[in-house]
C-alpha cells in the first residue's frame, strides 16, 4: 500500500497548496484602481474603451462582463494568443508543453472514470461491450498518448531555448532547469512504462482503481511504478516552483486589470477600504508619521508640506 | 560593444551597466539618421561624478548623493531592506499589496514584455532597461534576504544579487528609466506587471528613505500642497492670468469672454495642468472660447488645489497622492459643482478619475470625469459651427498611455479629429497599442543634471520615430504638420524632443493640444485660432 498512499499524499498535498495559494491572493487587501485596456469591463464598445468615454459615465453602474472574461481566458488557455502573436518561436515549445498538460489532466480524468467504470461492472477494454467501456479505452489512450508527447515535446523546446537563447537564460535559475529535467524525466518514464509495458493504460488503470477503492491490487509492472513514485514525488515538488503560477493567472487579470469596481457608498468595498484606512502606517521618510493611520496621514496636508519642505 | 550585463552585475560591476552611443541608439528616419550627439548624453561633470550616484548608466536621475561613510553606505542600505520590507505588508501598503504580489510570485521569464517596451527598443535593447531587469532583481532580493534563509536553497533558486548600495541605488535609478506606461503589461500573457514593480520601488525611497526626485517631490507634491500648484503658481497670480486670457482672446478673437471663476453651483469645474498657464496658454484659452461658445455651465477655481489638476504623488508616493486627490476633491465640493472635468493632462486623468476612485467615501466623493466626452457631444452634435477646412493639413494623434491604455478613452478624441481635421492619420500603433512619449511619470519634470538628455535621446526616440513614419508622404518641411497632443507632460516631452532635432525647420512639424484644433475650425473666429495656419 505504499505506492497508493504516496500517491494519494501527493495530490493531496498539491491540491491543498494551490488552495492556499488562491486562498493567499483572495485575502489581500483591496487595493487602488490599477486598470489596463482594452479591458474586458466594456459595453461594446470599438477600441476597447471604458465607461469614461461617455458623458457621465462615472456615474454610470459598472458591470462586469463575465461572458468577455471567460472568453478571454479560455482563449488564452486553449491556443497561447498572445505568445502566438508575439513570440512565435517561443510560442512553438510552450503550447505544445501546455496542452500536453492539460491532456494529461484529461487522461488521469479518463483513467478515473475507467476505474469507476470497471469498478461498476463496466468493462473497459476496444471490445467491451458497452459503448461507454470503448469510447473510456481510446479517450484514454489518446489523451495519455498524445501528452505525454505534446508536453514531452515542449519541455525538450522550452529546455533547448532556455539554455539556447541569451535573453531566456540570463533569467533562467538552476532551479528552472532542474524543474525542466525533473519534468522530462517523468514524462519520460511514463511514456516508456506506456510504450513497453502497458500499451492500454490497463496496469495503471488498476492502480486508480485500487486507491479509489482502497484496496490491494495485483502486483504493477516495473516500468509503471517508477513512473508512479516520479509523478508523485513532482507533484510534491511543483508547488515550490513557477508552475503554479496558473493560480494567479484569475487574479490579475480579473481581480486587478478588469477591476473597475467603484466603492460606492455602503458597498463592501468601501468598508474595506474605510477598515484599511485605519491600518497604522510605519514608514519613516521625513514627510510622514510612523504609527500614525493611513486616514490621519493623508489628511495632515499642511503641517506634512512644512515639514517636508524642511531641508 | 561592452559585455551585456547579468542580473547579478546590479551589485557587482564597478564600472556602469549601460553605456549609450549613437551607434547602438534604434536609428531614426531621414533626415534624422545622423541628428544625435556623440555621445548622444552629455557626461556629467567631474564634481557631479563625484557626489551623485550615476553608477547604472552614467545619468543621475534620482540626484542621489554618494554616502560619505561606511555607516551611512549601511544606514541607507538597512533603510532599503526595511522599506523592502513593508511594501510586502498589508499595513503599509494595502494600497498596491495584490498586484504587486501577484506581479513578484508571477513571472514566467518568457520576455514576452521586452519588445512591447519603447525605452528597451529605443536604447538598442540594451540589457539593464529590459522591463524584466529591475523586476528579476528585486525578486532575487526579496528572496535571498526576506524569504529563503538557506544558502544552499537560494543560490539554487537563482538568487544571486548582493544588496549593498551599488544595488539600491541602481534599483532606484531604474525605477525612473521606466515610463510607467505599462505597455509591458499589456503584452503579458500572466498580466505581471513590471511597471507597478518599478512604481513601487519608487515608493520605498521616497516613502522609506525620503528619496525622491526634486522636480516631483520638493518641487512638485510638496510646493503643490503648500503654494497651491506644482509650478508654484498661487492664487493671487493664477487670478492674473486669468485675466490676462480674457484680453487676450478679446485682442485675438474680437470676443469678449468673462472666465467664470469659483462660481458655485456650476455643472463642471474643470481643472487644468498648471503646466498649461505658463507655457500653453492658448490651451487653457481654447477650453474657455469652446466652453463659452457651446454654453456649457462651467467654472474654474482660484482655490488652493482647485487650478491644479496634476497628482505628480501617483507616480512615486500613495501619501502624497492621496493627499493631492482629497484637497481637490474637497475645492471642488465647495463650489457645489457637479463634477470635475480634467483638461488636457494624462496623468490628473488617470490620478482623480481612475486610482484616487476607492479613496473617497460617501461624503468626500465627487463625479470626475475627461473633458473628451464633453467636447465630443460639443463637436459631433454640433453645438458650434465648424469648417474643418480652417484645419487642412496633415495631422496625426498621439494617444497619452493615462488616458488611454490606463482608462481606455479610444474613441471621443478619434471622432472629434474626423470632425473637424480632413487630413488626419493615425500613428502605427495607435490607441490602447500606442507608444508612450517618452515623458510619461514625470521623467519630463525631472531635468536635474544630464537627465533630459536621456528623456530626449532615448525615452522619446520611440514616439519621435512614429510621429515622423506618420507623415512619411508629406515630408516637405514647407507643409506644416500638427501632433496632436492632448496631454501637457506629452506636450512638454515633444516640445524638448522637436527643438532638440529641429524638427520644425526640417520637418514642419508643429505641435499642441486637442481643443486647439476644435477652436480653430470655429466659423465665428475671424482671425486663425493656431497663427501658423495663417494663408499667406
Not at chain 1, 516508456?192 to 486507491?211: G, N, S, Y
Not at chain 2, 557587482?12 to 549609450?20: G, M, T, W, Y
Request: aromatic fraction near 10%; charged fraction near 25%; glycine fraction near 8%.
Amino acid at each position: 500500500m505504499g505506492l497508493p498512499i504516496m500517491f494519494c499524499l501527493s495530490v493531496v498535498f498539491f491540491v491543498g497548496m494551490t488552495i492556499r495559494r488562491a486562498w493567499k491572493y483572495a485575502k489581500q487587501p483591496a487595493h487602488l484602481r490599477w486598470e489596463l485596456h482594452p479591458g474586458i469591463v466594456k459595453e461594446g464598445r470599438p477600441g476597447g474603451g471604458s465607461y469614461f468615454e461617455a458623458m457621465n459615465g462615472s456615474l454610470r453602474p459598472r458591470k462586469r462582463n463575465p461572458l468577455g472574461e471567460i472568453k478571454f481566458i479560455g482563449r488564452e488557455i486553449l491556443f497561447f494568443r498572445m505568445y502566438f502573436l508575439q513570440k512565435k518561436k517561443y510560442w512553438l515549445s510552450v503550447y505544445p508543453f501546455h496542452l500536453g498538460i492539460f491532456l494529461l489532466f484529461g487522461w488521469w480524468f479518463w483513467l478515473l472514470a475507467g476505474s469507476v467504470l470497471s469498478t461498476t461492472g463496466v468493462p473497459i477494454a476496444p471490445d467491451a461491450p458497452h459503448f461507454l467501456g470503448r469510447a473510456v479505452h481510446y479517450l484514454t489512450i489518446l489523451t495519455g498518448g498524445a501528452g505525454m508527447g505534446l508536453s514531452g515535446l515542449g519541455t525538450v523546446g522550452l529546455l533547448w531555448r532556455r539554455s539556447r537563447d541569451a535573453e531566456l537564460r540570463m533569467y533562467s535559475s538552476p532551479k528552472d532547469y532542474f524543474t525542466l529535467a525533473f519534468m522530462l524525466a517523468v514524462l519520460s518514464s511514463g511514456a516508456f512504462a506506456w510504450i513497453f509495458q502497458d500499451p492500454f493504460f490497463q496496469a495503471i488503470r488498476e492502480f486508480v482503481t485500487t486507491v479509489i477503492t482502497w484496496s490491494r491490487g495485483g502486483r504493477l509492472n516495473a516500468a509503471t511504478t517508477l513512473y508512479l513514485i516520479m509523478f508523485s514525488l513532482f507533484v510534491l515538488y511543483a508547488p515550490f516552483t513557477r508552475m503554479m503560477h496558473f493560480v494567479a493567472k484569475y487574479f490579475t487579470f480579473h481581480a486587478v486589470l478588469w477591476d473597475e469596481a467603484a466603492s460606492g457608498p455602503g458597498s463592501r468595498l468601501q468598508k474595506k477600504i474605510e477598515k484599511q484606512g485605519e491600518y497604522r502606517m510605519s514608514w519613516s521618510a521625513s514627510h510622514l508619521r510612523p504609527g500614525e493611520t493611513w486616514r490621519e496621514e493623508i489628511l495632515r496636508t499642511e503641517e506634512a508640506s512644512e515639514k517636508a519642505a524642511q531641508p | 560593444m561592452k559585455k551585456k550585463p547579468r542580473i547579478r552585475d546590479i551589485s557587482a560591476r564597478v564600472e556602469p551597466l549601460v553605456e549609450i552611443t549613437t551607434d547602438e541608439l534604434m536609428p531614426l528616419p531621414s533626415p534624422y539618421e545622423a541628428a544625435d550627439r556623440n555621445p548622444p548624453i552629455e557626461p556629467l561633470s567631474a564634481e557631479q561624478q563625484e557626489k551623485y550616484e550615476s553608477s547604472l548608466d552614467g545619468v543621475a536621475a534620482l540626484g542621489l548623493e554618494k554616502p560619505k561613510s561606511r555607516e551611512e553606505e549601511e544606514r541607507l542600505v538597512g533603510s532599503f531592506l526595511n522599506g523592502l520590507k513593508k511594501l510586502l505588508t498589508r499595513e503599509d501598503n494595502w494600497t498596491f499589496l495584490q498586484p504587486l504580489v501577484l506581479s513578484l510570485e508571477n513571472c514566467a521569464k518568457c520576455q514576452n514584455c521586452s519588445d512591447a517596451c519603447p525605452v528597451f527598443l529605443a536604447s538598442g535593447r540594451q540589457e539593464a532597461y529590459r522591463p524584466t531587469f529591475r523586476s528579476e532583481a528585486l525578486r532575487r532580493i526579496i528572496r535571498k534576504y526576506l524569504n529563503q534563509k538557506n544558502p544552499l536553497l537560494s543560490r539554487f533558486e537563482g538568487n544571486d544579487v548582493e544588496l549593498n548600495w551599488r544595488t539600491a541605488a541602481r534599483l532606484g535609478e531604474l525605477a525612473y528609466r521606466c515610463t510607467l506606461c505599462r505597455r509591458c503589461t499589456q503584452s503579458c500573457p500572466l498580466g505581471v506587471d513590471n511597471g507597478l514593480i518599478a512604481h513601487e520601488i519608487r515608493k520605498i525611497f521616497s516613502q522609506e528613505l525620503g528619496l525622491a526626485p526634486k522636480a516631483l517631490h520638493a518641487h512638485g507634491t510638496v510646493q503643490q500642497l503648500k503654494a497651491g500648484s506644482s509650478t508654484g503658481l498661487a492664487p493671487k497670480a493664477f487670478k492674473g492670468i486669468v485675466r490676462f486670457m480674457e484680453e487676450e482672446i478679446e485682442e485675438k478673437t474680437g470676443k469678449s469672454v468673462k472666465i467664470p471663476v469659483d462660481k458655485e453651483g456650476a455643472e463642471v469645474l474643470l481643472v487644468h495642468n498648471s503646466g498649461e498657464f505658463l507655457s500653453w496658454l492658448e490651451n487653457p484659452i481654447a477650453f474657455a472660447i469652446l466652453f463659452e461658445s457651446a454654453g456649457v455651465s462651467w467654472t474654474l477655481s482660484s482655490q488652493l488645489g482647485g487650478y491644479e489638476a496634476t497628482n505628480y504623488g501617483v507616480w512615486y508616493d500613495d501619501i502624497q497622492f492621496a493627499r493631492i486627490a482629497r484637497r481637490q476633491a474637497d475645492v471642488a465640493r465647495k463650489l457645489k459643482v457637479k463634477k470635475i472635468v480634467v483638461g488636457e493632462c494624462g496623468h490628473a486623468h488617470k490620478a482623480l478619475a481612475v486610482v484616487a476612485d476607492r479613496l473617497f467615501s460617501e461624503e468626500t466623493e465627487i463625479p470626475r470625469e475627461s473633458y473628451l466626452p464633453l467636447v465630443e457631444d460639443i463637436v459631433c452634435h454640433d453645438r458650434i459651427r465648424l469648417d474643418p477646412r480652417k484645419n487642412d493639413f496633415p495631422v496625426t494623434l498621439h494617444d497619452p498611455c493615462n488616458v488611454v491604455r490606463l482608462m481606455g478613452i479610444v474613441e471621443p478624441q478619434r471622432k472629434i479629429l474626423r470632425k473637424v481635421c480632413p487630413q488626419f492619420r493615425e500613428m502605427t500603433p495607435s490607441a490602447c497599442q500606442n507608444h508612450c512619449c517618452g515623458g510619461g511619470s514625470g521623467l519630463v519634470n525631472m531635468d536635474s543634471t544630464n537627465f533630459r538628455n536621456w528623456g530626449i535621446s532615448v525615452a522619446g526616440r520611440m514616439k519621435f520615430k512614429q510621429i515622423l513614419e506618420a507623415f512619411q508622404d508629406v515630408k516637405d518641411p514647407a507643409i506644416p504638420k500638427y501632433v496632436c497632443l492632448p496631454c501637457s507632460n506629452c506636450k512638454g516631452q515633444m516640445r524638448d524632443v522637436f527643438n532638440f532635432y529641429r524638427a520644425q525647420e526640417k520637418s514642419g512639424l508643429y505641435y499642441g493640444g486637442l481643443v486647439e484644433l476644435v477652436v480653430n475650425a470655429m466659423t465665428d473666429l475671424g482671425t486663425p485660432f493656431l497663427p501658423w495656419t495663417k494663408r499667406p
